[in-house]
């Protein structure tokens, strides 16, 4: 495990691998608040730069497609955005957009709308396609707005009015991309099923929050689950470690 986040064992009295496991599938808001109080900085910033304290995403690391057909806006909101800890490509069309997502990941495209050629409706469709987890902001002069409008409904997450105030569009990425995490999170976490590592019962979270669901019996989950009968017998290990301790007692 060199290199992955691992928490103090004396600060944490033993619960390193517990905490591990919590960091690994879910986030610092899931760990006890007791717990929460012990890390410092230094161990956040361990933790692979994925969660603040407060559940936020750090920007830093996360990558956006800037597409515009005007250079110099193309280099302001660039320097910008790579200030607030964003790697920035460019593009300075929808076709080189286009072609930049089929070469790489993106999480975010912050697009123009007009432009020549192929326009950001064109490029929030292909984006997508791509990739339909990818979050889209649409840049938009005050004229276009029921093109504005159409895009939100094609799947766009957000638009901005042109010009844009630059600490408002920051907001706006770490919105999108909070929204991003959570949805992601809540997809890992669909597939996980909770299972005490104790008494080896499971929690049933159906219909309700997730966290928040009973803790019931593996036969009796099945049951009602997948509506299979369990018969309860014993396997040869089992058995003959119960006529072991039966022939010591």
Not at 67 to 89: K, M
Not at 117 to 123: A, E, H, K, S, T
Not at 180 to 186: V, Y
């Amino acid at each position: 495990m060199s290199g992955e986040f691992q928490p103090p064992a004396i600060r944490f009295k033993g619960r390193t691998e517990l905490i591990a496991k919590y960091y690994l599938f879910f986030s610092i808001d899931c760990l006890p608040a007791s717990w929460q109080f012990c890390l410092t900085d230094s161990d956040l910033s361990r933790c692979g730069g994925r969660f603040e304290a407060k559940g936020n995403v750090i920007m830093k690391g996360k990558t956006i497609l800037l597409v515009d057909d005007e250079e110099a806006i193309l280099r302001s909101l660039s320097l910008h955005l790579t200030d607030n800890g964003f790697d920035v490509l460019t593009a300075a069309s929808g076709k080189e957009a286009i072609l930049r997502l089929k070469e790489k990941h993106y999480d975010l495209v912050l697009t123009d709308l007009r432009m020549q050629g192929l326009n950001g409706i064109d490029v929030l469709r292909e984006a997508k396609i791509l990739d339909p987890e990818i979050c889209v902001i649409i840049l938009t002069a005050y004229g276009d707005m029921l093109s504005a409008i159409e895009a939100l409904r094609l799947g766009a997450d957000d638009y901005m009015l042109k010009p844009c105030e630059l600490d408002e569009l920051i907001l706006r990425i770490s919105n999108c991309l909070d929204k991003q995490h959570l949805a992601r999170k809540i997809k890992i976490y669909e597939n996980i099923l909770p299972i005490c590592s104790c008494c080896k019962k499971i929690r049933d979270d159906s219909g309700k929050e997730p966290g928040a669901g009973d803790w019931i019996a593996p036969d009796l989950y099945l049951r009602n689950k997948a509506h299979i009968n369990v018969s309860h017998g014993w396997c040869p290990e089992c058995l003959k470690k119960a006529l072991k301790d039966a022939d010591n007692s």
